[in-house]
């Protein structure tokens, strides 16, 4: 099985100022995957940014745009997205009605689909649905800000998702990545690949405090990273 270490920063604490740049020089630094989080102010509290910006950016990089949909209803949104540009949508089961016609809409729509999971959501939704699912996000944080600190309860619920997708690769040898988002840095990234993720959203700890100084602080902030995961 492929345990391959996916490194996707969130543009959300990206400056938006210069977009563009800021994605094309954390990819060069080593990161695998743009990270897009799209609030609605109505399924979180806060609003962020949509079809148009995706658009934007999709000529800036070659990498994986990963969507990450924090928005109720989601299917009116789907569609708009894959023709922007994302490679992958991921949604919450709250924000469904039909959780698998939304995952079969988005795969319709050309894109690789996933389920999110709050910090308190079981993982039940899962066990109906692994057959139209790529990928499943873990939140360590509740969503709707960044800056959180991790959640240390994901650990417990990383393990039972991993086992979850080792019995289903083993059944199908299809793989399913196991993503974690919120609180993740160099000081924890380990520990949390040791419980089962693969793919590491970190916004603030690429993004964050430093960048303004140093002008390698992205090369800086993902080496880091790289090391601490080369331990597991």
């Known amino acids: 099985m492929d345990k391959t270490f996916r490194i996707a920063p969130s543009i959300l604490s990206a400056n938006f100022a210069k977009l563009g740049q800021e994605i094309a020089d954390v990819i060069k630094s080593g990161t695998d995957i743009v990270h897009f989080d799209v609030m609605d102010n109505h399924y979180v509290p806060n609003l962020t940014i949509g079809p148009l910006v995706c658009e934007a950016i999709r000529p800036v990089t070659d990498a994986i745009i990963d969507v990450h949909l ?36 988005v795969r319709d729509s050309g894109c690789k689909s996933g389920l999110v999971f709050n910090p308190a959501t079981p993982l039940d939704y899962l066990d109906h649905v692994m057959d139209k699912i790529d990928m499943i996000l873990l939140m360590s944080v509740n969503p709707g800000f960044g800056g959180q600190k991790f959640i240390p309860e994901t650990l417990n619920k990383l393990r039972i998702a991993r086992q979850k997708i080792d019995a289903y690769y083993e059944k199908t040898g299809r793989q399913i990545w196991l993503e974690v988002d919120g609180g993740v840095n ?47």
Not at 71 to 97: C, L, M, Q, W, Y
Not at 208 to 229: C, E, F, I, M, Q
């Open 70 to 105: 924090m928005v109720k209803p989601v299917d009116r949104i789907i569609p708009d997205f894959a023709k922007a540009g994302a490679n992958i949508i991921t949604f919450h089961p709250e924000g469904s009605d039909h959780i698998d016609r939304s995952l079969s809409l």
């Open 186 to 232: 160099a000081n924890n990234i380990a520990e949390i690949a040791k419980a089962g993720a693969d793919t590491f959203v970190a916004g603030s700890a690429i993004f964050g405090a430093g960048k303004d100084t140093d002008p390698n602080h992205y090369d800086t902030v993902v080496k880091s990273l790289r090391a601490s995961l080369a331990t597991v």
